[in-house]
C-alpha cells in the first residue's frame, strides 16, 4: 500500500479541533488527486468550501466524543401524522463523553503543534477556538484572526471517508521529504512514533480505533503504543493505591470501563459518569435516540399529543441496528459484534480490547 506525503499549515483558531480532528491546508492542493477514494466528490466539495482548508481525521485513533449527534432513523412506511398534532419530536442532541479526557486530548494535539494555550469561545451549542498563543521564531505570539495561525505540518494519507474528510497521518513541522513523496508502508512505518496519531495513543488520551484498510505493520505499533499507556496506567494505579487520582494525571485506561463492564441505566453515565470505548458510546447514544423515536411514532399513531422522552437506556434489541463482523486480532478470526459485546440486563462488557479489534467498514 502506497501513501503520499502533503506538506501545509494546520488551522486551530476560528475553528473547533478535538483529539482526532483538525483543520489543514496544502501547499499545493493538486496532491489532493493522488488519494484513491470512493468518497471524491464529497472531498472536493469540502475542498471547495473554504479555500482548501480542509477537516482531517486522524487514522487509527478515536477520541472521546465531545458532541456527537446521531441520525434520526427512518420513520414506518405506514405512519400517517396528523397535521394537527402538537407532539414534539425528540432532539437527537449533541451528547459528549467525559471533558476531562477530551480536553485534555485536544490540548495534547495543540501542544505537539507548538500552541503554547488556546481560548475557547463557547455560543449555543458551538464552541471554537477563539485565541491561542503560539511559539513563534523564538517567541510565544498571541493570534486571534482567523487564518492568521498558518502552523506548519504535514501529512500521509491515501483515502478520504464517507464524510469526505482525508484519512490522515498527522506530524507537526517541517520535513526535509519532497512535498507529494510516495512511501510505502514500510516506508510510513518507520517513522511513524513522531506522528501525532501515534503520540496520542501513546498518552492514554485517544483509543486505537482500526480498520481493514489500515496495514497490520502500522496497526501493530499503534497497538503496542496503547499497551504503553495500559501498562502506565497499572502503574498508576498501583501507586495511588485505591486514593483519588490527581486531576493532572489523564490517562483514559485509568477511568475506561469497556472492559470492565459497566451498568447503564441513564444516559448520563456514559455521558457525565464513566468512559467507554467511543465506538460503543456512539452505538449506545443511536440506539437510545431510536427508542425515543419509537415512543414519538407509537403516541402520533395513537394520536396522542404526549410521549414520554427520557434518558433511560433499553438494550433489548439492541442489535437490531446492526451486529457487524469483526476482526479479532489475536484470534485471527471474524466474529459478530454480539460474540465480543455481552450485555447482560443493564450490564455492558467489551470482551476484548479495542486495539485487538478490526472493523470491516
Do not use: C
Not at 451528547?95 to 485536544?106: N, Y
Not at 518507520?190 to 480505533?209: D, F, H, I
Not at 460503543?280 to 423515536?293: D, E, P, S, T
Amino acid at each position: 500500500m502506497n501513501f503520499t506525503l502533503i506538506k501545509g499549515r494546520y488551522y486551530v483558531v476560528g475553528y473547533s479541533p478535538d483529539g482526532d480532528s483538525i483543520k489543514f491546508k496544502a501547499d499545493n492542493p493538486q496532491l489532493w488527486n493522488r488519494l484513491d477514494t470512493d468518497n471524491r466528490a464529497k472531498l472536493d466539495e469540502n475542498l471547495a468550501e473554504d479555500g482548501g482548508i480542509i477537516m482531517l481525521r486522524l487514522q487509527g485513533v478515536d477520541a472521546f466524543e465531545t458532541h456527537y449527534s446521531p441520525e434520526t432513523p427512518a420513520a414506518p412506511k405506514n405512519l400517517k401524522v396528523d397535521a394537527r398534532t402538537t407532539l414534539k419530536k425528540p432532539d437527537a442532541g449533541e451528547h459528549k463523553q467525559p471533558k476531562r479526557i477530551a480536553l485534555e486530548a485536544t490540548n495534547a494535539l495543540l501542544r505537539m503543534l507548538g500552541i503554547e494555550s488556546a481560548t475557547w469561545r463557547t455560543w449555543g451549542k458551538n464552541s471554537w477556538v477563539n485565541g491561542i498563543k503560539l511559539k513563534r521564531d523564538g517567541a510565544v505570539v498571541e493570534i486571534k484572526d482567523k487564518h492568521a495561525d498558518a502552523i506548519p505540518g504535514y501529512i500521509v494519507t491515501n483515502d478520504a471517508e464517507k464524510n469526505g474528510r482525508p484519512i490522515a497521518w498527522a506530524f507537526p513541522g517541517t520535513t526535509r521529504a519532497e512535498d507529494g513523496l510516495t512511501l510505502t508502508t514500510d516506508m510510513l512505518a518507520t517513522g511513524l512514533e513522531q506522528s501525532a496519531n501515534y503520540q496520542l495513543v501513546k498518552m492514554g488520551l485517544v483509543y486505537p480505533y482500526f480498520f481493514m484498510t489500515l496495514p497490520a505493520k502500522l496497526r501493530s505499533k499503534m497497538a503496542d503504543a496503547a499497551r504503553i499507556a495500559q501498562q502506565e496506567a497499572a502503574r498508576q494505579l498501583e501507586q495511588f493505591r485505591g486514593a483519588p487520582i490527581p486531576d493532572t494525571i489523564s490517562n483514559l485506561w485509568l477511568f475506561d470501563q469497556t472492559i470492565n463492564g459497566i451498568e447503564i441505566d441513564d444516559l448520563k453515565h456514559i455521558t457525565e459518569d464513566f468512559g467507554i470505548y467511543p465506538y460503543l458510546f456512539r452505538r449506545i447514544v443511536k440506539h437510545w435516540y431510536a427508542g425515543q423515536m419509537q415512543r414519538y411514532w407509537d403516541a402520533l399513531t395513537a394520536g396522542s399529543d404526549t410521549a414520554l422522552y427520557d434518558r433511560h437506556v433499553d438494550f433489548t434489541r439492541f442489535f437490531d441496528d446492526g451486529n457487524p463482523y469483526v476482526f479479532v486480532i489475536s484470534d485471527q478470526d471474524f466474529v459478530r459484534l454480539n460474540e465480543i459485546l455481552r450485555i447482560e440486563g443493564k450490564r455492558l462488557t467489551l470482551t476484548k480490547h479495542p486495539f485487538d479489534l478490526v472493523f470491516l467498514s
